[in-house]
């Protein structure tokens, strides 16, 4: 069976959580979460799966606790 898990874009992904794209760049930025740990198509722009929203929001928590 094929692996059907919905993909979303960036735009998505701040639509979704509610938040600023400045806010996403920082989590990267400060390698809370690792560039490496997401899809990268070949024109440069990152691709999220559904389940990648949880690790955001874990990352977003962990960030706004200090």
């Known amino acids: 069976m ?3 898990e919905r993909l979303l874009s960036t735009s998505e992904i701040l639509r979704v959580l509610d938040i600023p794209s ?3 760049d ?3 930025k400060s390698r809370k979460l690792k560039a490496e740990d997401f ?3 070949d024109n440069g722009h990152r ?3 559904k389940s990648d ?3 955001i ?3 977003l928590f962990e960030v706004s606790s200090k």
């Open 2 to 4: 094929a692996n059907t």
């Open 26 to 28: 920082y989590l990267f």
């Open 57 to 59: 929001r874990e990352a």
């Open 22 to 24: 400045y806010r996403l």
């Open 53 to 55: 929203i949880n690790k």
């Open 39 to 41: 899809t990268t198509l």
């Open 47 to 49: 691709i999220y799966k």
